[in-house]
């Protein structure tokens, strides 16, 4: 610590002093213990962490060696995504290529690379050789627009090739720095601080969820791991000012004396009638009075003298207040705890008014009570066609989980649904039991539910003329911890081998792939090897060492189609990977080792690197010198799901209504369909008695052959009229 404190000898006037902070300290880490496996959180708030691996403390910090990491308690930490802050001393000791994560946090437990996990991570960020050496600073926001803060923001991104920095700055200098990023604060903005100053900083908006799973030194399950030392991790439930962040670095005892992390979180809406207020209490705190009401100036101008309808308790000592009665449907509500101050810091600190607007729905299934322990497995509820021939759907999944945990449109599950409808119909139905069986309660009018398809199949593999090649395909890409992309192949043995000349590529995208490949399985995040060939940033060699691992890539600019790619893999694993503008001269990358299973699979890959285009690429001269394979070629997508139309059905007690859109499978995004419970009743359905909700594709009383694929669906509600907009009462 000396050593950084000599870093900010300017700041000695603050060390005796206390700060109070406007943010919420929720743990610090000295990660100081010397032995054990708890990192010990010592801002009294009982947030310990657990140290994965063999732990080496030097100087009073903690050596990360690119396999140790520490899980932090983040289900109880209440961190969120609008609102926050991680601060920490870093010296790092060894940069590799890629990202270097210090700290990740997300609402999910997959992720860890470019899709779209809802996460922010903190991590040193350098690229291959052949480009630069950077170990640059970066705060990455994904959910929603994504926010990529960099120690030089004018480079831009460093997964684009020659994106050189300007203004690099070099984080692997075996110097002590300090580094802040906040994000949500009172401009509603993200920002990245080195050594107490800013860096950079972007506009930010995003939706409030927790942050349920935490770490330091690694991303989530990837290995984007950190090597160096870390030191007085803190981390806090607000944004932090410049001024802020400088009185912990000078190291201050920081306090924040008003209550914070409210739940319901502030501004919150669809929150259930029957909710629960908690709060996390001031540093300070003794009691506190909790205010709470429908008028907004009430409850900010009340006080012990002066109730306004909205002092609910004084004096009170839990930080958990349950109200004592449900709550009025689609109503905002505004509520402040007053936080009632111990000794030295005696008196009341006002805390802020928080609001949150009660749901306007009554839910049908929102699936989140189900588990993988029967009764409560969804597939023993939503009943499929497991049984019957003529019923081609699948609800769940047969490995656990049996819900869809990832793909989700609220809470944390959804019910994964595959249709079949080749001279089948596909249909899932649920009974309902007691009150809920009656649809004319509560004034709701209307049935909604929340479905994701996929995109349509796009996929094909063509030999015409003889010994010309086209191969059809869409995808996102062939990089990062996973793969999208069209794959024809041919099953391998021992050593292996694959030439093919790439005639033509569209630019569906720049950075669109064709060329040859050697992959262990068909899985998404398989380990594989290739050489492609891109329509502008030239010839790449790819591979991916482990699976779920970071692609790595070596590549020569200006390459472009035609040209000729060779993979050669020995038995052991020694890949040699070549390009040649003729077929007689080739340009060899350097030697990799990539271990793979057998058999492997080699042959002809495109990704359009571009999910909304299909890209087409054309093969000749394509041999497997050396090596043994099947005889027939077989083609598939790889990392990608796609569906067939098939109309889309909600049924109660068997009666059916169509989705208006027959290609309603095809939508690749979360869509609510909303259907006035009107259209059911002039059909006979008894809405004072719904016995089933069923869900289906196709007709069941004239089967025909049809296609299949894969649905999820979420979040089935009764709606009530939007306040204001209530139908007159009959008379």
Known sequence: MFKKLVLWACFVLILSLTGNVSAQLLARYKLDETSGSIAI??????????????????????????????????????????????????????????????????????????????????????????????GELCFRVMHGPLVHLHSDPEKGDASVPGNVPVNPILMNDGQWHHVACTWGDADGNVNLYL????????????????????????????????????????????????????????????????AALPEPANQTIEVPRDTTLSWLAGDRADTHNVYFGTVFEDVNQASITNWQDALVRQGYEDTTYILPEPLEFGKTYYWRIDEVNAPPEAGIIKGSVWSFTTVNFVVVDDFED???????????????????????????????PAAEQDIIHGGSQS???????????????????????????????????????????????????????????????????????????????????????????????????????????????SRYVGVFITPENGVRFQYRNAAGAVTERLFTEGIT????????????????????????????FDLMQVGMEMPVHAGLAVTSHNAELACEAKFSNVSFPGTTVAEQWTDQDVGMLSNNPEPMYVALNGTAVYHDNPEAALIETWTQWTIALQAFAEKGVDLANVDTIAIGFGDKNNLQAGGSGAMFFDDIRLYRPEPGLEPEPVP
């Open 41 to 134: 959180d010592t801002s009294g708030k009982g947030n310990d962490g657990i140290i994965d691996g063999t732990p080496v403390w030097i100087d009073g910090a903690l050596q990360f060696d690119g396999s140790l990491s520490v899980t932090l308690p983040a289900s109880t930490m209440g961190l969120r995504s609008d609102t926050g802050s991680v601060v920490f001393w870093m010296n790092m000791t060894e940069l590799t290529g890629g990202i270097n994560t210090i700290w990740w946090g997300g609402d999910n437990t997959t992720g860890g690379g470019m899709g779209p996990e809802n996460e922010m991570h903190i991590h040193i960020e350098s690229t291959v050789a052949n480009i630069w050496q950077g």
């Open 195 to 258: 050594d107490g100053n800013l860096l950079q900083q972007a506009a930010y908006t995003t939706p409030s969820y927790p942050l349920t799973n935490m770490y330091l030194g690694r991303m989530a399950d990837s290995g984007r791991t950190y090597t160096g030392l870390l030191d007085d991790v803190q981390i806090y439930g607000g944004a932090l000012s410049e001024e802020e962040i400088q009185i912990i670095i000078a190291g201050s005892e920081v306090l924040s004396l008003a």
């Open 370 to 400: 189900y588990n993988d322990y029967s009764p409560d497995i969804i597939y023993e509820t939503w009943l499929d066609g497991w049984e019957s021939e003529a019923n081609g759907s699948t609800v769940g999944y047969a490995d656990a």
């Open 415 to 525: 019910m994964p649904f595959l249709y079949d409808n080749n001279m089948k119909y596909s249909e899932t139905e649920r009974a309902l039991n007691g009150s809920a069986r009656d649809w004319t309660t509560n004034g709701v009018t209307d049935l909604s539910l929340w479905f994701r398809g996929n995109p349509p199949y796009v996929g094909g593999f063509v030999e015409e003329p003889v010994g010309t090649y086209t191969l059809t395909g869409a995808g996102t890409d062939i990089w990062a911890e996973s793969d999208e992309f069209h794959f024809a192949f041919k099953e391998a043995s021992g050593a292996s081998g694959i030439i093919a000349k790439v005639e033509s590529l569209d630019n569906t995208d720049p950075f669109a792939k064709a060329g040859v490949m050697i992959r262990d399985t068909l899985d998404a995040d």
């Open 561 to 588: 189609a035609p040209q000729w790619v060779k993979l050669e893999r020995t038995a052991g694993g020694l890949i040699r990977s070549y390009y040649s503008a003729d077929g007689t001269t080739w340009t060899r």
